[in-house]
């Protein structure tokens, strides 16, 4: 299972998107193996274009929803603190995805490379797939 990042969904969703990112997202879809959390969700529906909805609904219908909870804030803000200690600022919707992939133990597919610096810094705790 992979937690499929807006950065990369935006590429499988774009006609002209990378091919690659296609590829990649479209196996996971078909393996039932893509997964996305309310962030990623609130990212793309405020950026989805007039006619785009019903592709991301219907993406968002084959794969996996797994909820930001309640213990996900106070673990969010603990990784900001940590985060920003070593002089890394991560966008809060991103920490947000940071935190449902360290809770999950699943990898983050996407194309932001602050998520490779934010790796380096949780460790092995936290596990990216760069595209």
């Known amino acids: 299972m992979k937690l499929v990042d807006s950065s990369a969904w935006v590429e499988f969703l ?14 996971l879809l078909q393996v039932d193996q893509a997964a996305y959390t309310c962030p990623i969700r609130f990212e793309l529906l405020s950026g989805v274009r007039s006619g785009e909805e019903s592709d991301l609904e219907q993406a968002f219908a084959l794969s996996h ?6 213990d996900d804030w106070r673990a969010a803000a603990q990784l900001e603190r940590q985060f920003r200690a070593k002089g890394l600022n991560v966008p809060r919707n991103d920490l947000f995805v940071v ?8 990898v983050i597919l996407c ?5 490779s610096a934010a790796q380096k810094i949780a460790g092995g705790r936290l596990r990216v797939e760069q595209v």
């Open 14 to 27: 774009r006609r002209k998107g990378d091919h690659k990112i296609k590829d990649i997202v479209a196996r």
């Open 111 to 115: 194309r932001d490379a602050h998520f």
């Open 65 to 70: 929803h797994f909820p930001f909870e309640q």
């Open 99 to 106: 935190t449902v992939a360290m809770r999950t133990g699943m």
